[in-house]
């Protein structure tokens, strides 16, 4: 079982930035990678950004340039920084992992962006 923790949403201006972090309780990160996902009201989850078990990230066309995901093998730790937030942005940001056989999921993290 993995417990994946996130923390650093809030309230922010268009313009801003924050940075998310999901902290995990086995060393999933450097192993298996790791995963952004967001869902705004009404819509469904979708892919934020990717951290592969190799090293390499890929974004969701709408964040690239903006946001940057990244991890801490040591802290068994993924982050996400968030420049040039927008309004679209607001939603619900989720972090998620596999271990093994089975998805992990975090309890989200509400990011809102006032224009």
């Known amino acids: 079982q993995v417990q994946l923790v996130e923390s650093g949403g809030g309230l922010v201006q268009a313009g801003g930035s924050l940075r998310l972090s999901c902290a995990a309780s086995e060393n999933v990160f450097s192993i298996n990678g790791g995963e952004w996902h967001r869902q705004a009201p009404g819509k469904q989850r979708e892919l934020v950004a990717i951290f592969t078990r190799f090293g390499q990230t890929n974004y969701a066309d709408s964040v690239k340039g903006r946001f940057a995901i990244s991890r801490d093998n040591i802290k068994n730790t993924v982050y996400l920084q968030m420049n040039s937030l927008k309004p679209e942005d607001t939603a619900v940001y989720y972090c998620?992992?596999?271990?093994?056989?089975?998805?992990?999921w975090g309890q989200g993290t509400q990011v809102t962006v006032s224009s």
């Open positions: 998620h992992a596999r271990w093994g056989l089975s998805d992990y």
